[in-house]
């Protein structure tokens, strides 16, 4: 059953059965530029007996376009605005919580994957409140080592199981970045899983099986 749903200060498109049973849940957090309605179609690729919710980002670009928080084409690549990153991770934080006050799901915690700027908004959710999620799924995004390096780390972050998947071929986000994040994951996590794919700034169906086989294998140690 696919619904509209408000929580906190964010609206979402909201995949379950029905029932409020303690189904894991995803939250989904689409890139720059794109909206609620792109990753929630991905939902019967990701295993059995998951509710799926696509956020959609606070800040309107133009009609159905939104993002997360502004960025900065530079000849060196994109610019992050971080204080207004972690302005939006401080609503998307408000808006899980929401969800797990609403749903109850298992340990009281979700999965979360983002795509692009949704990847940057999963990493920055990972670092400040660890305790809410059960593991993340970064696709083709940018790891925020500014706002890692401003803080201490949480002790819950070593034992969050991440997957991060990045294109060779990205134009958009260059590959460095998804190899970035692997640097840092790998000396602060003990579950790391990073993949590169021969493809641009995109999902793929390979990436999809693998997704669908990662989190299957992630829930079924949480059982």
């Known amino acids: 059953m696919l619904q509209r749903q408000h929580f906190a200060t964010l609206t979402c498109l909201d995949m379950h059965s029905g029932e409020n049973n303690g189904e894991d849940i995803i939250v989904m957090l689409h890139g720059y530029g794109s909206n609620e309605k792109d990753l929630i179609q991905l939902t019967p690729y990701l295993g059995s007996n998951l509710h799926a919710i696509s956020a959609r980002a606070p800040l309107q670009l133009d009609m159905e376009m939104y993002a997360w928080f502004p960025i900065e084409f530079t000849p060196e690549g994109i610019t992050v605005d971080y204080p207004a990153a972690r302005e939006a991770s401080n609503r998307l934080n408000a808006f899980l919580h929401a969800i797990i006050d609403h749903y109850q799901p298992k340990h009281s915690r979700v999965w979360l994957m983002g795509f692009s700027q949704g990847a940057v908004m999963s990493y920055l ?77 995109e999902i793929n169906s390979q990436e999809l099986n693998l997704i669908g086989r990662w989190l299957d294998e992630q829930r079924s140690k949480k059982q």
């Open 125 to 201: 959710t990972a670092l400040f409140e660890p305790s809410i999620l059960n593991g993340v799924i970064a696709l083709s995004g940018q790891f925020p080592e500014a706002e890692a390096g401003a803080m201490p780390q949480s002790p819950l972050l070593r034992d969050l199981p991440f997957l991060v998947v990045h294109g060779e071929y990205d134009d958009v986000l260059p590959v460095m970045n998804g190899r970035r994040s692997r640097q840092w994951l790998s000396k602060q996590v003990n579950d790391l899983s990073y993949m590169e794919y021969p493809m641009g700034h």
